[in-house]
């Protein structure tokens, strides 16, 4: 296995689990072999492990501190939910929406996205790992002031992805839309790119693309 494709949970996906309602957890609640559907709210320093996370219990949640451990994410509804400092750690989110996901300070070391939608999510300040999108959207990404170490946006709409400030070992951003695409100059020898993708990022520096022919 590549040391750039993330580990998959150490949880099986087919084993029964307790589903368990989010309304009523506490701070530091912590939850292994569960199904989270409902609403969670409010809850500060929770941990969930060996979990499936489904529906909408994380719409417009407030997790500070939450800590998601060998979990899967399947067709949950994210959106608008506020992970700040969280971590994630060996975990797959599978056909999400997560629109303005906000993970402020976050995490997440060996996380594949699949086939999420996620325009607008806010990961300033975080840090990833060995993280996979996948046929994502991600338009309006915002990574600035991160640090990115063995990161792939493969096939992912990712319009005007904001990576200002934004430390950089290896992204590869092979297939992906990057029009728009906000990063220091310093930062783009970190870049693996694909040949379609050159004028995207040529102008995303300040240079003009032109035909040789054309008059300008």
């Known amino acids: 296995m590549s040391n750039r494709v993330p580990e998959p949970p150490d949880f099986d996906p087919d084993a029964p689990l307790e589903s368990v309602s989010g309304r009523g957890l506490v701070d530091r609640t912590v939850l ?3 199904e989270l559907v409902e609403p969670i709210g409010i809850v500060r320093n929770a941990s969930v492990s060996m979990s499936r996370i489904a529906g909408a219990a994380l719409k417009d949640a407030t997790l500070p501190g939450l800590r998601v ?3 899967r994410f399947v067709g949950a509804d994210c959106s608008g939910a506020t992970c700040v400092d969280a971590r994630l750690i060996r975990c797959v989110i599978e056909s999400c929406k ?3 996901f906000d993970t402020r300070g976050a995490t997440l070391r060996d996380v594949r996205f699949h086939e999420c939608k996620m325009p607008d999510a806010f990961m300033h300040e975080s840090t990833l ?3 996979w ?3 994502c959207n991600l338009d309006g990404l915002d990574l600035s002031g991160s640090m990115l170490d063995r990161v792939t946006i493969r096939g992912c709409e990712a319009r005007g992805l904001r990576l ?3 430390r950089i070992s290896l992204l590869d951003l092979r297939g992906s839309r990057i029009d728009h695409l906000a990063i220091d100059p ?3 020898r970190h870049l693996i790119i694909d040949p379609v993708q050159a004028p995207a990022l040529t102008e995303s520096l300040g240079a003009r693309v032109v035909d040789q022919h054309e008059d300008i």
């Open 186 to 188: 310093g930062s783009v």
């Open 98 to 100: 997560c629109v303005g």
């Open 129 to 131: 790992d060995r993280v």
């Open 164 to 166: 200002l400030n934004t």
């Open 32 to 34: 292994e072999h569960v």
């Open 69 to 71: 451990i060998d979990s």
């Open 133 to 135: 999108f996948e046929a």
